[in-house]
């Protein structure tokens, strides 16, 4: 029997991603993965440290502000820059992001590879010792942070909060998250809340660092043509200090099931409405069915051939926008809606028929074989990023499985109609949360 185009991409793709990180112990809660390629020109060290999402999420989010401002030695941002040039051009960030019950602190570095530069330079070990002296030796004045720097950052972490409010899709998406999820920890943003920022005091601050650093996992990757040993040469030098002790936690928690979905609706003076639904499969990843759930993502909304771009867009013509995503760390699809206030209900009409479709089974060969393709194509733009595959990693840790792209391959190439089905029936919709515009006012 010969080959579909599809096997045949599968297949080509495999041939290419043959990617494995190792991973080893580095001192005590300190993990260090490793992927030695020389594909990339570059090598690209992050550093995370994992926390439970919780009401202190505010005071993880300011910390990163602060610590990727200022350090000992590298007292404020012209400093840091010129150590950048220093290293070839290197780029250094760090942000909060979040996973299931978990926030995560993401220090990053990117810099050009030792082994491709004009001359020799212990480049990566350069490029640790850095963001050593980033996370661990910040800017402090009488044990506490430096309060010039903490109100400056105070401010633009305000600002980022505030700036979600530009983009109503994604100020949507939140909020329809904070009523699905407002019993559970994944209510919370990663960047906090605009109105706990101005009660964090450097001190304050201060000791939240020095409880998250003494008592929370640290995993430090590196991807480049570097060498495993002097890596872990030096992850181990920079945190000897760490003590003895149970640095584990549990991100995990049990999801609710709702009798009848939750309608909210917020007003606000915007001309178009946004609609957003929050479906729950009761998968996440690592689970046996989770491939399915993302399967079933990707025919109602994931892609520009998916369900509701055809249907609520295409056809009905009653959407600007459309699409739908999955947060594979709980299993959660959004669906997202752009539209007219006017036609949210014929617009949720359709998507609880297309929903229904495919509890029934009624999937065309079709649209199988595109969704596969393209599931397929976004695991391999991953191999062409490094943050993309240590990404890929950390959240596979975090779910409790880790699996190579050849496997990811494997089993989305093997997802059937009827396993689609079978998780069509459990998924179910959660909220309905629509961001409307103000009602007129009728003059007398």
Not at 8 to 19: A, D, G, L, P, V
Request: charged share 30%.
């Amino acid at each position: 029997m010969s080959e579909t185009v599809t096997e045949i991409f599968i297949r080509s793709m495999q041939k290419k991603s043959s990617y494995k990180f190792e991973s080893f112990g580095a001192g005590e809660g300190v993990s260090v993965h490793v992927l030695p390629t020389r594909k990339f020109k570059t090598t690209t060290i992050s550093l995370m440290i994992g926390r439970e999402l919780d009401e202190r999420a505010t005071h993880a989010a300011l910390l990163a502000e602060v610590l990727k401002r200022a350090s000992a030695r590298y007292p404020d941002m012209r400093a840091i820059a010129e150590q950048l040039e220093r290293m070839y051009g290197a780029s250094f960030s760090c942000n909060v992001a979040r996973m299931s019950g978990r926030q995560v602190l993401h220090m990053r570095l990117a810099l050009p590879g030792e082994n491709f530069l004009p001359r020799k330079v212990a480049q990566t070990d350069r490029g640790l010792a850095f963001l050593g002296e980033m996370l661990l030796r910040p800017r402090v004045r009488d044990g506490a942070f430096e309060p010039d720097l903490v109100r400056r950052e105070k401010h633009n972490l305000r600002a980022k909060i505030a700036s979600l409010m530009n983009d109503k899709m994604a100020y949507a998406q939140r909020r329809c998250i904070e009523e699905m999820c407002r019993e559970e920890r994944f209510r919370f943003y990663e960047h906090g809340d605009v109105e706990k920022v101005g009660r964090i005091h450097p001190k304050g601050l201060y000791d939240f660092y020095g409880e998250m650093l003494a008592t929370r996992p640290v995993d430090v990757f590196v991807v480049g043509d570097v060498s495993i040993r002097k890596v872990a040469e030096r992850v181990r030098r920079t945190f000897a200090w760490r003590k003895p002790g149970d640095y584990s936690f549990d991100g995990a928690e049990e999801e609710p099931r709702r009798a009848r979905p939750r309608r909210v609706v917020e007003r606000q003076n915007i001309a178009q409405a946004k609609l957003c639904l929050g479906v729950r499969t009761y998968t996440r990843f690592g689970r046996p069915d989770y491939t399915a759930a993302v399967f079933y993502n990707g025919l109602l909304g994931g892609f520009p051939h998916s369900r509701l771009f055809r249907n609520v867009r295409e056809k009905a013509g009653l959407a600007y926008d459309v699409h739908s995503l999955i947060e594979s760390s709980k299993g959660l699809v959004l669906m997202g809606v752009g539209l007219a206030g006017a036609n949210h209900n014929k617009a949720l009409r359709i998507i609880r028929g297309q929903m229904d479709d495919l509890r029934e089974g009624r999937i065309s060969r079709d649209e199988m074989t595109k969704t596969r393709k393209g599931l397929i194509n976004r695991i391999r733009a991953s191999l062409d990023s490094p943050s993309q595959l240590i990404s890929l990693y950390y959240s596979q840790m975090v779910g409790g499985r880790v699996l190579s792209v050849d496997e990811w391959a494997r089993k989305i190439r093997a997802v059937t109609p009827a396993q689609i089905k079978a998780l069509a029936r459990k998924a179910t919709i959660d909220t309905i949360y629509l961001l409307a515009p103000e009602k007129t006012k009728q003059k007398k």
